[in-house]
T-cell receptor
Framework: SQTIHQWPATLVQPVGSPLSLECTVEGTSNPNLYWYRQAAGRGLQLLFYSVGIGQISSEVPQNLSASRPQDRQFILSSKKLLLSDSGFYLC??????????FGSGTRLTVV | QQQVKQSPQSLIVQKGGISIINCAYENTAFDYFPWYQQFPGKGPALLIAIRPDVSEKKEGRFTISFNKSAKQFSLHIMDSQPGDSATYFCAASKYRNTGKLIFGQGTTLQVKP
């Protein structure tokens, strides 16, 4: 069966520090992968999506970047975090025709 | 054109009642409409989904009603239970495209015992 792993679960980082969040998928090949951010009490904002290795599409200009170094690995990064980067970050993979499967999320607090 | 508008923002229902959440979209190219359920601190989980070739889909206590001409769809939760208390998101996508989902803003449902 397919599973998605996301870590860490929580993270507290100072302003100006770098960020690296990792997401891996098991049990499938060439999945569509997505990074979403959810601000407190708000909806899901699509940040990046990838349809294959090295293929990244950015949805919102921001202080973040994404990479897909391997078929089932998706990484969200920042060189210098801002306070506004705080939020709940969710990785998902597209599982047609069943929609998305989300990871368990990373709660990022920038202090 | 890419937006999905969801209402209400929050909803309080008595146990046993019917919960109704509505969504509207503008892009007629959307052809896949799922609903997700999210509990605090967890990722959203797919609840039920519909394609525009049907007007209604039912799974247990959960029903999606779809009105293609009005570009609206809704989630009905029958016999609502306290365990249904969660945030619900509607979404839409162009299924045969990248599959990327555009989400509504979410509805926080509280079912009172």
């Amino acid at each position: 069966s397919q599973t998605i792993h996301q870590w860490p679960a929580t993270l507290v980082q100072p302003v100006g520090s770098p960020l690296s969040l990792e997401c891996t998928v098991e049990g499938t090949s060439n999945p569509n992968l997505y990074w979403y951010r959810q601000a407190a009490g708000r909806g899901l904002q699509l940040l990046f999506y990838s349809v294959g290795i090295g293929q990244i599409s950015s949805e919102v200009p921001q202080n973040l970047s994404a990479s897909r170094p391997q078929d089932r690995q998706f990484i969200l990064s920042s060189k210098k975090l801002l306070l506004s980067d705080s939020g709940f970050y969710l990785c998902a993979w597209g599982d047609k025709p069943y929609g998305y499967t989300f990871g368990s999320g990373t709660r990022l607090t920038v202090v | 054109q890419q937006q999905v508008k969801q209402s209400p923002q929050s909803l309080i229902v008595q146990k046993g009642g019917i919960s109704i959440i509505n969504c509207a979209y503008e892009n007629t190219a959307f052809d896949y409409f799922p609903w997700y359920q999210q509990f605090p601190g967890k990722g959203p989980a797919l609840l039920i989904a519909i394609r525009p070739d049907v007007s209604e889909k039912k799974e247990g206590r959960f029903t999606i009603s779809f009105n293609k001409s009005a570009k609206q769809f809704s989630l009905h939760i029958m016999d609502s239970q306290p365990g249904d208390s969660a945030t619900y998101f509607c979404a839409a996508s162009k299924y045969r495209n990248t599959g990327k989902l555009i989400f509504g803003q979410g509805t926080t449902l509280q079912v009172k015992p």
